[in-house]
């Protein structure tokens, strides 16, 4: 049987995400990094069963775009295009579903 994440649960989950960022979104990278990281552990610890694998991948990617968009709304004049968010996430790497270990059956 496959099971996934409520999409309800998801959308509020990401709303948090986005209402974080938005409050936090002039503090250093590094320190929102930090901060992203541990909420990212925790919602895969939570929603990490079997078959649930591509809602946590989608989540991580959303979370990915959401933290782009606040970033690029520090500034009216330095713009977080893309390309520079792409090699901010080569320093500070979004963690991963599957680097968590062996899921919850």
Not at 65 to 81: F, G, H, P, Y
């Amino acid at each position: 049987m496959k099971r996934k994440t409520a999409s309800s649960r998801f959308g509020r989950a990401l709303k948090r995400i986005s209402a974080w960022c938005r409050q936090v979104r002039h503090r250093p990278v590094a320190e929102q990094h930090a901060q992203l990281k541990r909420k990212l552990h925790g919602h895969y610890g939570y929603y990490r069963i079997v078959g649930n694998s591509h809602a946590l991948a989608r989540f991580r990617y959303f979370v990915g775009r959401v933290w782009r968009k606040w970033l690029d709304r520090r500034s009216n004049s330095a713009r977080m295009t893309w390309e520079n968010f792409n090699r901010l996430l080569k320093r500070y790497p979004l963690p991963s579903p599957t680097q968590e270990g062996p899921a919850v059956t």
